[in-house]
């Protein structure tokens, strides 16, 4: 599995032990700590970028798990979209099948296309491709949002909610996004790993409820025991020059690519992947409870 000190990655460990499998996880050097406390699972080191590192960590593996991915690019690694999506997935396939791996399982976005204005979804979607042409039996997961504690979206909106007495909302707030539980995303892939029906196929990975941003944060403010959340809108001519001169700067929130996000509607249909999955999908105001009460 690569990407398993992520965010997501920290939940796919734990459904995999769920059903029961034994995990072994490359990491990137100065990144174990973050494996701290998910006992029973075995590290290599080693770097999407690295294809030395990755037939070494692969050898005598099933199945591969593929998490890796960046919403920031990092000049000081150079991590680029092109680099981290496109070539470490071409690295980690060519890897898969030159060590006979059975299955290989990978994470792509929501919103990744071929005309995607933003990069980080051409790349994902150029990454797709790479995965639809090889030879290993595949199955790609496309998630909106995904949220859970620690996560990087709803827990940005959250701490404005609690800091701020006006929460600033780029443009309208009316492009609708879907969120899915990261507990959710995670057993779909364990359960993936032994389902054969799922090979060659591509699920849109969404919670039930479409959603607003501008509803969306009236449910994170619910969520927290707020009666109402108060918003300014700010237009998104403003945002995008500051966001090009300043998103290099450690902190600032967003990144040009993202706001080109931001600006479009992430949403599908979530019932491919709860049937085939065999979960219940989570009422968002419900998994925003849980996540934040
Ligand atoms: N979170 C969401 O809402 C969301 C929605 C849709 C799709 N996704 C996709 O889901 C995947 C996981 O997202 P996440 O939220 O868990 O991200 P994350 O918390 O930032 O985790 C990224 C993971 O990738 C690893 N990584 C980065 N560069 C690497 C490299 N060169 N070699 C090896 N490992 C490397 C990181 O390792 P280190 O610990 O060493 O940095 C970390 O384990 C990504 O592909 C993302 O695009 C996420």
């Given amino acids: 599995m690569t990407g398993a000190t992520g965010f997501v990655g920290r939940a796919v460990i734990q459904a995999l032990r769920a059903e029961g499998y034994a995990v072994r996880c490359l990491v990137r050097r ?26 070494r960590g692969m050898a005598g593996c099933d ?26 997935t071409i690295n980690v396939l060519d890897a898969a ?6 299955r290989y399982l990978h994470m ?5 296309r071929s005309n995607a204005r933003s990069r980080y979804h051409q790349t994902k979607w150029a990454a797709e491709e790479a995965v639809r042409s090889n030879p290993v039996p595949w199955t790609i997961f496309r998630p909106s949002i995904i949220y859970g504690r620690g996560d ?10 609690q800091r701020y007495p006006v929460v600033p909302v ?3 707030g009316l492009q609708r996004l ?29 919670g039930p409820d479409a959603v607003t941003l501008l509803r969306l944060l009236d449910l994170v403010g619910e969520a927290l025991g707020r009666a109402r959340v108060r918003k300014v809108h700010v237009p998104i001519g ?24 931001l600006e479009e509607d992430n949403v599908g249909d979530p019932r491919p992947f709860y049937t085939t999955f065999g979960q219940s999908p989570m009422p968002l105001a419900t998994g925003l409870r849980a996540m934040l009460g």
């Fill in 30 to 55: 100065g990144s174990e700590r973050d494996l701290r406390g998910l006992e029973a699972i075995e590290r290599v080191e080693g770097n999407v970028l690295a294809r030395e590192t990755l037939e």
């Fill in 152 to 161: 990087e979206f709803v827990s940005l909106l959250a701490g404005m909610i």
């Fill in 108 to 112: 792509s976005a929501l919103g990744s």
């Fill in 97 to 102: 099948a030159g060590t006979g791996v059975r």
């Fill in 238 to 261: 403003l945002v995008r020059p500051l966001a090009r001169l300043l998103h290099r700067l450690p902190g600032f929130p967003l990144t040009p690519d993202q706001l080109l996000m």
């Fill in 170 to 172: 780029i443009g309208g």
């Fill in 63 to 88: 199945t591969v798990i593929h998490l890796v991915g960046i919403i920031r690019e990092q000049a000081a690694t150079l991590s680029t979209f092109e680099r981290i999506h496109v070539q470490g």
């Fill in 178 to 206: 879907q969120p899915v539980p990261r507990e959710h995303v995670a057993a779909g892939f364990a359960r993936a790993v032994a389902l054969d029906t799922t090979v060659k196929q591509t699920y849109d990975v969404v």
